[in-house]
């Protein structure tokens, strides 16, 4: 019986281990891929000249990758900078303040936004948040705006990746031993003190993780970003400029210009560089997260 046991327990690792393996090929093999298919552009033209110019003119084979990279980068962290504090207090408020009746109503209704479509957000967002923007807001900053702008898109993104941001969080403080908590209340503080000095401090390597997670899915949204987002080939000056992301550009346009092999790879190319920036921005993230907690496990 014993050695059946340590067979099965081989076993499972040895699974495991094959399951982990082909996760990282699989990760590699896209990246290859997509660098492949990107290769006949980055012959044609020098990479630094497709990541530094601005100039996107497929039919006189000039692709600048400028304001698509800057477009993906505005809007990502517009979003991140508007969904984290709401998801923030959000959570807070839900694990440490709100009764059983309020969690018992707000928590589904958090799980029911994660669940709808992007295209339901694109249409609220160019319905509502557009003309908002371009009737009240950009006059008050710039003489004219259509609405379809930085500040659309991060709005919308930032609507979109709340829920799951908020869920998350929650998960992070709950998985907080109940025992810091009680502690800090029975020594005299105050919930929001608690809340600064145990949930917040014992809970940075989650939120850092929660914040990953939505970046790594506001990079990548596509379809209410370019709802709202103007889809103008231009370097964006401001909030109130259109801009036109990454993923938008390649849902716009692939599939109906591979007549063009130039413009295909291009295509490929901007499929390759949102997930180099994706890689690199985990891996970083996964650099931070590590040194915070060695420091905090001291």
């Known amino acids: 019986m014993r050695y059946i046991r340590l067979v099965k327990d081989k076993s499972a690792r040895q699974i495991m281990l094959g399951i982990a393996i082909f996760s990282l090929l699989l990760l590699l093999v896209i990246g290859l891929s997509l660098f492949l298919k990107a290769l006949p552009i980055v012959k044609e033209k020098s990479l630094w000249v497709l990541l530094t110019s601005g100039n996107w003119k497929p039919f006189k084979g000039e692709f600048g990758f400028l304001p698509y990279i800057l477009s993906t980068l505005y809007v990502s962290i517009l979003a991140i900078i508007i969904a984290l504090p709401l998801s923030m207090l959000t959570s807070i408020y839900l694990c440490t303040y709100a009764s059983k009746s309020i969690r018992r109503i707000f928590e589904p209704v958090i799980d029911l936004l994660s669940g709808i479509p992007p295209v ?4 609220w967002g160019s319905l ?15 003489e004219f705006s259509s609405g379809y702008t930085v500040l659309a898109g991060g709005v919308v ?9 908020v869920s ?10 109940k025992e810091m ?32 997670l939505s970046v790594s ?7 209410a970003v370019l709802m709202v987002c103007g889809n103008i080939p231009l370097v964006p000056h401001s909030l109130f400029d259109a801009c036109y992301p990454l993923p938008a550009l390649i849902a716009n346009n692939y599939g109906e210009m591979l007549s063009m092999p130039s413009y295909e790879s291009a ?3 901007g499929a390759f560089l949102l997930f180099i920036i994706i890689v690199i921005f985990n891996g970083i993230s996964r650099l931070t997260l590590n040194q915070i907690e060695k420091r905090y496990s001291l």
């Open 120 to 123: 339901i957000y694109g249409v």
């Open 128 to 142: 509502t948040i557009v003309p908002l923007i371009a009737d009240k807001i950009a006059p008050h900053f710039v």
């Open 157 to 165: 993104l930032a609507i979109m990746i709340l829920p799951l941001l």
């Open 168 to 177: 998350v969080l929650l998960e992070v403080f709950r998985a907080l031993p």
């Open 181 to 212: 908590t009680e502690a800090s209340l029975s020594m005299g503080a105050t919930k929001w003190q608690t809340v600064k000095k145990v949930m917040l401090r014992r809970s940075v390597s989650g939120i850092i993780a929660a914040i990953v």
């Open 217 to 223: 899915r506001a990079f990548g949204e596509t379809i």
């Open 267 to 269: 295509l490929m190319l």
